[in-house]
């Protein structure tokens, strides 16, 4: 069974996971990164992807299909015109705290449930792209037949330079259902740049239908073609959020609502669209009631409470806010830990007296255990088998620090060795 440099089955992150969420908006992992290849699973549960650097990669970075119960966090994706993450038929998938820049997409979850997109950075989607003549490439996030209860995009930064990426929609909600009790949740996420594309813009709701969705305080600054938006579906809210947007050639309106797919879908109904306040030029300059609600939506609740705010500026987001609440500077690439420690009890590794690398191991060992030593790029310099109890590497390893592996079965320890 392959495994990544971290993929741990530690079910208890998930007993301790509801204390991470108090994370501030943007918090960010100061630990160091590990650098590692794509990964790929199927059919796999109850493990997370931590402390781990993805760049260049050619195919989607993170892939699962099929998985349960998985947390990624603490992980950096950059410079990858694919995927940062992509799921297929999954449940349970907590996605937190990670960084990605210039990647096409951060997330698309697709025929998946209970998916949390919660409190990540996300820099330049679709950034390797902006040169190319399709201008609706990137999202921060895409649920496409995302359905069932507990599925959020909540509390996450996300900042595209005009040039230097090529989003489309940001926050894109298709054909997705949550449930009266626990409707897929879009809540204050900091949102900064959009464009050029002609049909994209900040977030939607029920495209090509979807229900029991909602989009609540979240601040847009030019976000693109619009700010907000219904394209469709039943029992969808959007509410207290703020949208400014300048005047580009681009620009239309902050707020949409529109049954765009009634015609193969049937109508729309339970649509609220209330206390928004707006600030937004369309491409000729005009800036009031910055709203298009088209009577195929209608009736819409509290449209009368949306409000022109001429107040509102660019200010309404801090000047920075990639990284905003981290406790220190981002860690460099190229620093690794003093110990990475994956808490499995029946596994340890250390050095011996002669400075040789060991492994104890307890319990059963599988016939392909093996022991495994990594330079600070993360290449395999050497692999033995565990032959037992106790392993040491008799080989000559050269001065240096090294990361050093050792797997059976779904057992994985990792720690950081120096050898003098």
Same mark, same amino acid.
């Given at each position: 069974?392959?495994?990544?440099?971290?993929?741990?089955?530690?079910?208890?992150?998930?007993?301790?996971?509801?204390?991470?969420?108090?994370?501030?908006?943007?918090?960010?992992?100061?630990?160091?990164?590990?650098?590692?290849?794509?990964?790929?699973?199927?059919?796999?549960? =109850?493990? !997370? %992807?931590?402390?781990?650097? *993805? @760049?260049? #990669?050619? +195919?989607?970075? $993170?892939? /699962?299909?099929? &998985?349960? =119960?998985? !947390? %990624?966090?603490?992980?950096? *994706? @950059?410079? #990858?015109? +694919?995927?940062? $993450?992509? /799921?297929?038929? &999954?449940? =349970?998938?907590? %996605?937190?705290?990670?960084? *990605?820049?210039?990647?096409?997409?951060?997330?698309?979850?697709?025929?998946?449930?209970?998916?949390?997109?919660?409190?990540?950075?996300?820099?330049?989607?679709?950034?390797?792209?902006?040169?190319?003549?399709?201008?609706?490439?990137?999202?921060?996030?895409?649920?496409?037949?995302?359905?069932?209860?507990?599925?959020?995009?909540?509390?996450?930064?996300?900042?595209?330079?005009?040039?230097?990426?090529?989003?489309?929609?940001?926050?894109?909600?298709?054909?997705?259902?949550?449930?009266?009790?626990?409707?897929?949740?879009?809540?204050?996420?900091?949102?900064?740049?959009?464009?050029?594309?002609?049909?994209?813009?900040?977030?939607?709701?029920?495209?090509?239908?979807?229900?029991?969705?909602?989009?609540?305080?979240?601040?847009?600054?030019?976000?693109?073609?619009?700010?907000?938006?219904?394209?469709?579906?039943?029992?969808?809210?959007?509410?207290?959020?703020?949208?400014?947007?300048?005047?580009?050639?681009?620009?239309?309106?902050?707020?949409?609502?529109?049954?765009?797919?009634?015609?193969?879908?049937?109508?729309?109904?339970?649509?609220?669209?209330?206390?928004?306040?707006?600030?937004?030029?369309?491409?000729?300059?005009?800036?009031?009631?910055?709203?298009?609600?088209?009577?195929?939506?209608?009736?819409?609740?509290?449209?009368?409470?949306?409000?022109?705010?001429?107040?509102?500026?660019?200010?309404?987001?801090?000047?920075?806010?990639?990284?905003?609440?981290?406790?220190?500077?981002?860690?460099?690439?190229?620093?690794?830990?003093?110990?990475?420690?994956?808490?499995?009890?029946?596994?340890?590794?250390?050095?011996?007296?002669?400075?040789?690398?060991?492994?104890?191991?307890?319990?059963?060992?599988?016939?392909?255990?093996?022991?495994?030593?990594?330079?600070?790029?993360?290449?395999?310099?050497?692999?033995?088998?565990?032959?037992?109890?106790?392993?040491?590497?008799?080989?000559?390893?050269?001065?240096?620090?090294?990361?050093?592996?050792?797997?059976?079965?779904?057992?994985?320890?990792?720690?950081?060795?120096?050898?003098?």
């Amino acid at each position: 069974m392959k495994k990544s440099l971290k993929i741990i089955a530690l079910n208890i992150m998930f007993l301790c996971f509801a204390a991470h969420l108090s994370y501030g908006q943007g918090s960010r992992y100061t630990g160091a990164y590990i650098k590692a290849p794509a990964i790929q699973h199927v059919g796999k549960s =109850n493990f !997370v %992807i931590e402390g781990l650097e *993805f @760049s260049n #990669s050619e +195919k989607d970075i $993170i892939a /699962l299909y099929s &998985c349960e =119960n998985v !947390v %990624i966090k603490n992980n950096k *994706f @950059s410079s #990858s015109s +694919k995927r940062g $993450i992509y /799921l297929d038929n &999954c449940k =349970n998938i907590t %996605i937190i705290d990670n960084w *990605f820049e210039n990647v096409h997409t951060a997330l698309t979850a697709h025929n998946s449930q209970g998916v949390r997109f919660d409190y990540n950075d996300v820099k330049n989607v679709g950034g390797l792209l902006k040169n190319s003549n399709d201008t609706n490439n990137g999202f921060v996030v895409l649920f496409d037949r995302v359905n069932g209860a507990g599925n959020s995009v909540s509390y996450n930064v996300s900042e595209n330079i005009f040039g230097e990426s090529s989003p489309g929609d940001l926050i894109n909600v298709n054909q997705s259902n949550g449930t009266p009790q626990s409707p897929i949740t879009v809540k204050g996420n900091w949102i900064r740049g959009g464009g050029p594309s002609p049909s994209g813009g900040g977030i939607i709701l029920g495209d090509i239908g979807g229900s029991y969705q909602i989009a609540e305080d979240n601040i847009l600054v030019d976000p693109g073609q619009y700010g907000i938006a219904v394209a469709g579906g039943n029992n969808i809210t959007l509410r207290n959020n703020k949208v400014y947007g300048k005047k580009n050639y681009f620009t239309n309106v902050a707020i949409i609502g529109c049954n765009w797919y009634e015609e193969q879908l049937g109508k729309s109904f339970n649509i609220t669209i209330a206390n928004n306040s707006v600030n937004f030029t369309n491409k000729d300059g005009y800036s009031k009631n910055s709203w298009w609600i088209y009577k195929n939506i209608e009736p819409v609740a509290g449209i009368e409470t949306n409000r022109d705010d001429p107040t509102l500026s660019p200010a309404i987001l801090p000047e920075q806010i990639i990284g905003r609440a981290r406790i220190t500077t981002e860690p460099k690439p190229g620093e690794k830990p003093d110990e990475v420690v994956v808490p499995d009890p029946s596994i340890s590794i250390y050095k011996d007296t002669f400075d040789r690398i060991c492994a104890n191991c307890k319990g059963l060992i599988s016939s392909s255990a093996t022991i495994s030593v990594l330079n600070q790029n993360g290449q395999k310099i050497l692999s033995i088998p565990v032959i037992g109890y106790h392993t040491t590497i008799d080989r000559t390893i050269p001065s240096g620090t090294y990361i050093v592996k050792v797997e059976s079965d779904d057992r994985l320890q990792i720690k950081q060795i120096v050898i003098k």
